[in-house]
């Protein structure tokens, strides 16, 4: 076995392919915070690996994907934000973003209304989500290191500050699955 392929959690060492595979467990990485740090390195570094991990986690929560669209069209040196609200019956993961953008001299922030966090301690410069490029399109998509899910009836705001000092139009887009809320 590759040692790329397994993992020590404690005194286990556990085959990487195999806990992906195996759908009881995704449910458990998603309430630990640790492990999916130790994963990242071997699972975001992979695009295969990166799409088969979302794919288990989808059948897991049985997850429908779903894209929200935003487009902040700035005129130089302002903030916009817009914010989008569940419905009451299902929850949102986020998985990874893409855009594109005019000018890459902005900064983006997340914020889950709800709970009143940001996602970013601080606003965060467009350039280390998708890379300096020459090109209006970032060099997305970004995965986060760990799904984040947004509660049902609950909001999510994107603000992007641009720092062009010109029109700067700015298009986000938010990736993951929603499901339907479970009865507890």
């Known amino acids: 076995m590759a040692e790329r392929n397994v993992l020590g959690i404690g005194n286990r060492m556990l085959n990487i392919d195999e806990l992906l595979r195996n759908e009881r467990t995704i449910e ?7 492990t999916l740090e130790i994963l990242y390195d071997y699972i975001f570094k992979d695009p295969d690996m990166v799409r088969g991990f979302y794919e288990q986690l989808m059948k897991e929560v049985q997850g429908i994907p779903r894209t929200f669209p935003f487009s902040h069209s ?33 900064t983006l922030q ?4 709800r709970l009143g966090w940001n996602l970013f301690e601080d606003p965060v410069d467009l350039t280390h989500f998708f890379g300096p490029t020459t090109s209006q399109y970032f060099d997305g998509p ?7 899910r947004f509660a ?29 809320k479970r009865s507890r």
């Open 28 to 34: 458990k990485l998603l309430q630990n915070p640790r």
């Open 110 to 113: 997340i914020k889950d209304d």
């Open 74 to 106: 700035h005129s130089g040196s302002d903030t916009k934000s817009t914010t989008e609200t569940l419905s009451g019956d299902t929850d949102f993961i986020l998985t990874h973003m893409t855009g594109k953008a005019t000018s890459l001299n902005a």
């Open 142 to 148: 970004f995965y986060f290191a760990a799904p984040y």
């Open 152 to 180: 049902a009836a609950g909001s999510f705001v994107i603000e992007t500050v641009d720092s062009s000092g010109s029109a700067n139009t700015i298009d986000i887009a938010l990736h993951g699955y929603v499901v339907l």
